[in-house]
């Protein structure tokens, strides 16, 4: 993967955080975070094919992994596409282009790590649920 890797997802989670904190809109107003429950559903969503991922024997994923993986982006493509926090959020933390990038087990692993990493840092910034 090249977005994240094992060495820097962490700080990726943290400065993408900070960056929407910082966030303001066309007026200059802060956009405000997105909510942790929302972070938490898209995770949520994430967490079947995780506890699948850790049971494949093979380091490749098969057919099935890999289709219900393409499914978890287009799921979160389309909460980005109901709610202008959420698009935010996924688009500044890139998660579509890093679910692209999975081809291993490890890849996906890396990918879950990374959004719980995200929630983390989200709750400790001060972000809310709904």
């Known amino acids: ?3 994240i890797n094992e060495t ?3 700080d990726v989670a943290e400065k993408t955080i900070n960056r929407l904190k910082e966030k303001k809109d066309n007026k200059g107003k802060p956009v405000g975070l997105v909510t942790t429950s929302k972070i938490r559903n898209i995770l949520a969503m994430g967490a079947e094919i995780y506890n699948d991922v850790l049971l494949a024997k093979d380091e490749t994923l098969d057919n099935e992994l ?7 982006r287009i799921r979160t493509l389309y909460e980005a596409g109901r709610d202008s926090a959420v698009k935010s959020f996924v688009i500044e ?3 579509p ?3 692209k ?3 291993t087990k490890q ?3 890396l990918f879950y790590r990374y959004m719980e990493s995200l929630v983390a840092f989200h709750r400790f910034f001060g972000g809310k649920d709904m």
Do not use: F, H, P
Request: hydrophobic share 45%.
């Open 1 to 3: 993967m090249t977005i």
């Open 8 to 10: 820097n997802y962490v």
């Open 66 to 72: 890999k289709g219900r993986i393409d499914y978890l």
């Open 93 to 95: 933390a890139r998660v």
């Open 97 to 99: 282009d890093i679910i």
């Open 101 to 103: 990038e999975i081809k």
């Open 107 to 109: 890849d996906y692993i």
